[in-house]
């Protein structure tokens, strides 16, 4: 087993017809009602919400019916609306944890989304997990676009 090295960053980038603050607030605070947990989550169909704690060092959790599967990460940078940050790991090692940043930049009558997913060094399956990642990250981006 190796760990891959040199790996891109992963860059995604979605324009929202909305305010940066609404699409900050919607991506953030409201995670849980536009998210696709039936396909993008740890409990799949037994998933019942995502919930991203609005502060540095606040957790993103998924939830069942019984409350709490675990941890998808912990934020280390919150800047509303510009800026949330955080570490990336749903039902993998939070030690192979990637990083996610998401920046909201007004664009026109609308917002531009930025999303870049980095650390896939840090997995030993990096070059699989980018690559699942590079079309998983536009499903999620999608619903959100959807949402809106």
């Known amino acids: 087993m190796s ?3 040199g790996l891109a960053p992963l860059e995604k980038t979605v324009v929202v017809p909305t305010t940066p ?3 900050f607030t919607l991506f ?5 009602r ?12 037994q998933a019942t919400d995502v919930r991203l704690d609005g502060a540095v060092g606040g957790q ?3 939830y069942d019916a019984d409350g709490p599967v675990g941890s998808w990460g912990t934020v280390s940078d919150w800047d509303p609306p510009h800026t949330v940050s955080f570490s990336w790991h749903p039902g993998t090692d939070p030690a192979q944890a990637g990083h996610v940043t998401v920046r909201f930049t007004a664009l026109g ?3 531009e989304v930025e999303l870049t997913h980095t650390g896939w060094e840090r997995r030993p399956d990096g070059a699989a997990a980018r690559e699942n990642y590079d079309t998983g990250w536009v499903v999620v981006l999608r619903q959100f ?3 809106l």
């Open 21 to 23: 603050d609404r699409a």
């Open 28 to 32: 953030t605070a409201e995670l849980g």
């Open 109 to 111: 009558d609308g917002t």
């Open 3 to 5: 760990i891959e090295q």
């Open 34 to 45: 536009w998210w696709p947990l039936a396909t993008h989550s740890v409990a799949r169909e």
């Open 145 to 147: 676009e959807q949402f």
């Open 60 to 62: 993103i959790i998924e």
